[in-house]
């Protein structure tokens, strides 16, 4: 029994072992949780989002955290259109006569207006409150998440490309080819990230696409760096021999037996890779040269609000997408720890 357990055992794969440790290393697994709730948060955002995040009432600005306030809805030209109700004077079968937020006594017809639920009076309440153009702050964070998560996701998917593809020819053949792609690593690495994010930004132009073409274009060099270091120490291994002396070219052992063995370390670049990209993204947006309004975006949500901090008022405005911007960010550096900790053959099974 001892010797099927000890054979079972033996047969556990690299990746077993680091799923295991990495399992162990609570605050990584906390995070991991957060992380996969803020995507299917993310994904479901016009399901869980409570209101519209584009829709501006411009008598709910910069309302405080659990505002709430009557509305109506009425449609015209086969749009709806949003009414706050300041206070309700009368409904009766045929109308509905309330006072607006401009103290003027308005009566609707109920044949242009829109019921919710069993009536037609509703309660709008914003849970952390509105922006300076009466948009719901809750449900612009939830949109926003998806703009930093996938220009996260694709600009450190760009950037993970370029860099296993530079370093492992670097590292792999060496001579001319590493000494002119270390030429350009060095080059792009003597630039300020940021700098140079918000250069190329300049050149492609304001937008969703060019936000993560540009950070993708600037990520790569650390991950260039590290594979190319691996691939240095694995390129004369004796699997990697043996894969010459059977006939097999450079570029099937680059692909089948180089590259898979060099991926932990960076794995674990990309992963602080990932969270750069999310303050890139945010610090584009708050520059007014990532994602455009009315596009909701974190970054831009904090520029929205920053200027009432001098006012000393409304600090959720620019709280909120702060917090968010830190959390994630937090979350993923701890990802990185634990998938730093799990791949780390010193540490025991």
Request: net charge positive; aromatic share 10%.
């Given at each position: ?14 990746w077993y072992y ?160 590493d000494r002119v ?84 370390p960076v794995i ?82």
């Amino acid at each position: 029994m001892n010797m099927n357990t000890a054979n079972t055992e033996k047969g556990k794969s690299l990746w077993y072992y680091s799923y295991r440790r990495f399992r162990r290393h609570k605050l990584a697994t906390g995070a991991s949780v957060f992380m996969f709730v803020l995507i299917i948060v993310s994904l479901l955002a016009p399901l869980i989002s409570p209101y519209n995040p584009d829709r501006q009432l411009l008598e709910f600005t910069s309302k405080p955290s659990m505002f709430e306030s009557l509305a109506i809805t009425k449609t015209e030209s086969g749009n709806e259109k949003v009414l706050p109700v300041k206070k309700l004077i009368k409904e009766d079968s045929e109308n509905i006569t309330y006072i607006d937020y401009t103290d003027k006594e308005k009566t609707e017809s109920k044949q242009d207006l829109v019921k919710h639920g069993a009536d037609f009076v509703y309660k709008m309440k914003f849970l952390l409150g509105t922006d300076k153009f009466g948009r719901d702050i809750l449900s612009r964070l939830i949109y926003g998440a998806r703009i930093s998560l996938s220009v996260g996701l694709i600009s450190q998917s760009i950037a993970l490309l370029i860099g296993i593809l530079l370093g492992s020819l670097a590292g792999y053949y060496r001579g001319i080819t590493d000494r002119v792609i270390m030429w350009l690593v060095n080059v792009v690495w003597a630039f300020p990230s940021i700098l140079l994010v918000i250069a190329i930004s300049i050149v492609l132009g304001k937008g969703y696409w060019q936000a993560f073409v540009a950070i993708g274009l600037t990520g790569w060099v650390d991950i260039a760096r590290v594979m190319r270091g691996q691939i240095i120490s694995i390129r004369e291994t004796e699997y990697v021999e043996a894969a010459r002396a059977a006939g097999y070219g450079n570029a099937r052992i680059i692909m089948k037996h180089v590259i898979p063995n060099s991926l932990s370390p960076v794995i674990i670049t990309s992963t602080v890779g990932l969270a750069n990209a999310i303050i890139f993204e945010s610090s584009l947006s708050f520059l007014g040269l990532g994602v455009q309004p009315p596009t909701a975006s974190w970054g831009q949500m904090v520029f929205d609000g920053y200027k009432f901090l001098i006012t000393g008022t409304n600090f959720g405005m620019v709280l909120y997408p702060s917090l968010a911007i830190l959390l994630t960010v937090f979350a993923v550096n701890l990802i990185g720890d634990g998938i730093r900790d799990a791949f780390d053959p010193k540490l025991k099974r």
